[in-house]
């Protein structure tokens, strides 16, 4: 099976050659063009051509028309801007463009002192919102719109500055029980509107959410990865420790091995019941490769050799159960196969054994098999943009040249 990865390699170059031209590529399809966002504006697009220059795979001039297409509208530095769009997303986007060191330095000292400033602000706001006994929604600390998302942005940039510390210091504040509330025997993170971001009648009491995209294993997944740097603040360990206990709680079990559910309601959360029709596909997203991945993390990050095994297995059941794979309706990042490739491919990096390394040849051949039906979506976190990245790293078999995933908070 050693013969996929060049195919993957020649796969990734042809779908590059196919987002080559930012005037002739309508990333969003009409109407949508959002250049500054990552899941599906030109900064993503840029982000493969980024991957595959940095990696000699291409020259720098496709790569450089995409990030000026990402920056050539008016900096988004509001309520709105966040590590998948605006300025947060235009930093990282540069960050992993500067190759060399004094590279963009001016654009990145703008736009880190930009990305900062609105980081304080929100944790600021999420502050004063624990200290109100509030529940949080999930735009507050999830990884696509929260201080999750901007929490691996300044990981990734500037691990040793003050403003990471105090990311991680919110995350940790953020585990702990709400004190004085009726309904304390739910976590800090939980919240009071439905997966959505709604309120609905549908999730009465809202529910807790164990998703990577808008869930708890975002803030584990970003807890861990500064542990294994050896940048750690006050309750760090303990932290880790609350968010592993709770999803503990909701590991299932079926004779195809663990898997973990996308949320908890109220109601599940009084009974201690889930019902296994339940189950999510297993995405990056929502499903038990995202989860796996953040518990391996945490596992590493404590040591705890029991719980990196249980992750491991959950990621290795679902590569080996045609059943869970066939539930995959797409070839995305997100909820697709390129997300499970990827997640796979970080995990078997890791793993204690070489079996999930045994297992990616097949879903790289999956992948590929899939390839003819991804037409019109050329976005990074739903498209070919994405699914390209996913192939490259994959093919390449060596750490990536630029840590592009983690916006995907693995690794």
Same mark, same amino acid.
């Given at each position: ?8 390699? $020649? ?14 590529? %309508?990333?969003?399809?009409?109407? #949508? ?20 220059? #940095?990696? *000699? ?8 028309? =995409? ?10 530095? @509001? !309520? %709105?801007? %966040?590590?998948?769009? @605006? ?13 060399? !060191? ?22 600021? /706001? ?22 999750? *998302?901007?929490? +691996? ?25 709400? &004190? ?9 993170? =939980?919240?009071?509107? +439905? ?5 609905? +009648?549908?999730? &009465?009491?809202?529910?807790? %959410?164990?998703?990577?995209?808008? *869930?708890?294993? @975002? &803030? ?18 303990? $932290? ?9 709680? =909701? ?32 995405? =990056?997203?929502?499903? +038990? ?21 249980? /992750? ?26 390129? *997300?499970?490739?990827? /997640? ?38 739903? @498209? ?28």
């Amino acid at each position: 099976m050693t013969r996929t990865f060049p195919e993957l390699l $020649a796969a990734a170059g042809a779908i590059a050659d196919q987002l080559a031209d930012p005037h002739t590529v %309508n990333p969003g399809g009409p109407g #949508r063009r959002r250049p500054q966002s990552l899941a599906g504006g030109a900064a993503g697009i840029a982000l493969l051509h980024i991957a595959r220059a #940095r990696s *000699g795979h291409a020259a720098w001039t496709t790569a450089r028309s =995409w990030l000026a297409a990402a920056a050539r509208e008016t900096l988004s530095a @509001g !309520p %709105n801007a %966040n590590l998948y769009f @605006g300025a947060p997303t235009l930093a990282f986007v540069t960050h992993l463009a500067a190759d060399e !060191p004094g590279k963009y330095a001016r654009a990145l000292a703008e736009l880190d002192a930009i990305t900062i400033a609105l980081t304080r602000r929100r944790l600021d /706001a999420a502050h004063a919102r624990i200290d109100r006994k509030e529940r949080p929604v999930l735009a507050e600390f999830d990884l696509i719109r929260g201080l999750g *998302g901007l929490g +691996s942005y300044h990981l990734q940039r500037h691990p040793g500055h003050d403003i990471t510390r105090s990311v991680l210091g919110y995350l940790v504040r953020l585990t702990e029980p709400l &004190p004085g509330r009726a309904d304390d025997d739910v976590p800090g993170w =939980w919240t009071e509107v +439905s997966p959505n971001g709604d309120v609905s +009648s549908d999730f &009465p009491g809202g529910h807790g %959410n164990l998703g990577m995209s808008h *869930g708890i294993a @975002g &803030p584990l997944s970003v807890l861990a990865l500064a542990l294994r740097r050896g940048i750690a603040v006050d309750g760090h360990a303990e $932290a880790i420790g609350r968010i592993q206990r709770w999803l503990d709680l =909701w590991q299932q079990r079926d004779p195809t091995g663990p898997w973990w559910p996308g949320f908890i309601t109220l109601q599940q959360s009084r009974t201690r019941h889930v019902d296994p029709d339940t189950r999510q596909r297993p995405s =990056w997203c929502y499903g +038990s490769p995202g989860l796996a991945r953040a518990q391996q993390l945490a596992a590493l990050a404590i040591g705890d050799v029991e719980r990196q095994s249980v /992750a491991e297995a959950a990621m290795l059941c679902c590569l080996r159960d045609p059943t869970q794979l066939d539930r995959l309706v797409d070839s995305g990042l997100c909820h697709g196969t390129a *997300g499970v490739l990827q /997640a796979a491919w970080r995990m078997s990096r890791d793993a204690r054994t070489r079996d999930l390394a045994g297992a990616l040849p097949a879903l790289a051949e999956r992948l590929l098999a899939e390839l003819p039906a991804v037409r019109d979506e050329v976005e990074f976190l739903d @498209g070919l943009a994405g699914i390209g990245l996913a192939l490259h790293t994959v093919g390449a078999e060596s750490e990536p040249a630029t840590a592009w995933d983690a916006c995907l908070l693995l690794t």
